[in-house]
């Protein structure tokens, strides 16, 4: 069975840096064409996707939020990490990781969907 | 980046009824997008991807099709526990959701 689990803080204060951990089970960070994403929904609102990393290790960023984010992983831990800076009150949202699938069959084309998902951990941003 | 957009943002159907959304791209994505359901407090869950396959486990009531820029989703026969946002997405871009309720 397929589970990945967030951790971290859940009250950051604002400036400070947030560390999420994504823990997984069930599959293993080396298989080909297989990742792991990290999407935020602040309260009330719609999806945002955060960045991924993949099992070659290529990494991808938000474009609005590139300067602030980092993701990594430790293979044998079974574990993703995202490190947010610099913190804001707007930044106040349940943080999810989700097992992510991507490649190509056409040219230019790119697969990709996030089949199995953390139940999220909720961040708040307050003084 | 491509953008997508989603409609309705919201509707109310009776149960039995026949519930299409539908999602448009702003520029060919091929068949490459994908319906989630969010339930209120729950994480996201994926229904179809690549358009028109069926997650494992899913209701065959729900169902997806189109290609290039427009995209529909369907539930043939709304049900109590459909309630939730529905959500369409394309590489790293989330629609902006539709939120399904019953009459």
């Known amino acids: ?127 | 980046d491509i953008q997508m957009t989603q409609s309705p943002s919201s509707l109310s159907a009776s149960v039995g009824d026949r519930v299409t959304i539908t999602c448009q791209a702003s520029q060919d994505i091929s068949n490459y997008l994908n319906w989630y359901q969010q339930k209120p407090g729950k994480a996201p869950k994926l229904l179809i991807y690549d358009a028109s396959n069926l997650e494992t486990g899913v209701p065959s009531r729900f169902s997806g099709s189109g290609s290039g820029t427009d995209f529909t989703f369907t539930i043939s026969s709304l049900q109590p526990e459909d309630i939730a946002t529905y959500y369409c997405q394309q590489w790293l871009t989330f629609g902006p959701g539709t939120k399904v309720d019953i009459k």
């Open chain 1, 1 to 127: 069975q397929v589970t990945l689990k967030e951790s971290g803080p859940v009250l950051v204060k604002p400036t400070e840096t947030l560390t999420l951990t994504c823990t997984v089970s069930g599959f293993s960070l080396s298989n080909a064409r297989m990742g792991v994403s990290w999407i935020r929904q602040p309260p009330g609102k719609a999806l945002e996707w955060l960045a991924h990393i993949f099992s070659n290790d290529e990494k991808s960023y938000s474009t609005s939020l590139k300067s602030r984010l980092t993701i990594s992983k430790d293979t044998s831990k079974s574990q993703v990490v995202l490190t947010m800076t610099n913190m804001d009150p707007v930044d106040t949202a349940t943080y999810y990781c989700a097992r992510t699938h991507s490649g190509s069959y056409i040219p230019n084309y790119y697969y990709y969907y996030m089949d199995v998902w953390g139940k999220g951990t909720t961040v708040t941003v307050s003084s």
